[in-house]
């Protein structure tokens, strides 16, 4: 049972506009959510997160959105830049982070000229 | 600040043997827990120690152990390797086990 879901495995913007990644999950204990970004043969390198008393946590060019009720969240990369492709990983995590984060399947951004 | 650094980045072995990888988090850092990335799984969380104790552990066979010293640094063994093991093993560091973790490059394992 998939608890977190990145329903899009891959997505394709153009540079400057809008990328929006989204994550929906089914635990209901969950109440840290993180966004990682990875690229091949390295390390998921953590970009930004939000706890579930937040609905929103920006941090330069990228946005957080949490929509509880939805249980979905979504990640907004404004301008894209040929640098952010990359595959973007949705983890989450209950009760302080001790039982580890469970995390999405990943979608590969691809940011065109 | 030192990131997190994985020791082997790569490694080869066959089928029966043992392997231990190790990991030194980020200075400061008391948790270290240990991820595995398969094509198929995605990333799936092995275990986690603090302060040389295991808090929690994820779904994994017992052939999968590892242990955490005095000074952080942890280390992960698993013996008797299946084909099926082969995977960048990851490890993350927090500074008490908080939600942010902060991930080493990786030890990818091949078995043969």
């Known amino acids: 049972d998939q608890q977190v879901k990145q329903n899009s495995p891959s997505l394709s913007v153009q540079e400057g506009r809008i990328s929006i990644l989204n994550c929906d999950y089914t635990n209901s204990m969950f109440d840290y959510f993180l966004w990682y970004k990875k690229y091949p043969a390295e390390g998921p390198t953590f970009l930004i997160s939000?706890?579930?008393?937040?609905d929103k946590n920006e941090d330069g060019r990228f946005t957080v959105f949490l929509n509880k009720s939805a249980k979905h969240l979504s990640l907004h990369i404004v301008p894209s830049q040929p640098g952010d492709s990359a595959v973007y990983f949705c983890a989450a995590s209950a009760g302080g982070g001790a039982d580890g984060l469970t995390f999405g399947k990943g979608t590969h951004l691809i940011i065109q000229p | 600040k030192a990131g997190v650094t994985q020791t082997p980045r790569y490694l080869i072995k066959t089928r029966g043997q043992q392997v231990t990888l190790s990991c030194s988090p980020i200075s400061g850092h008391r948790s270290v827990s240990w991820y595995q990335q398969t094509p198929g799984q995605g990333l799936q969380f092995l275990f986690e120690y603090f302060s040389e104790t295991q808090r929690n552990k994820g779904n994994f066979p017992g052939r999968f152990s590892g242990r955490q010293f005095s000074n952080s640094r942890s280390e992960m063994n698993v013996s008797t390797l299946e084909l099926g093991d082969s995977a960048l093993y990851l490890c993350a560091s927090a500074f008490r086990g908080q939600e942010t973790q902060y991930f080493g490059p990786g030890t990818r394992l091949l078995v043969l």
């Open positions: 939000i706890s579930s008393i937040k």
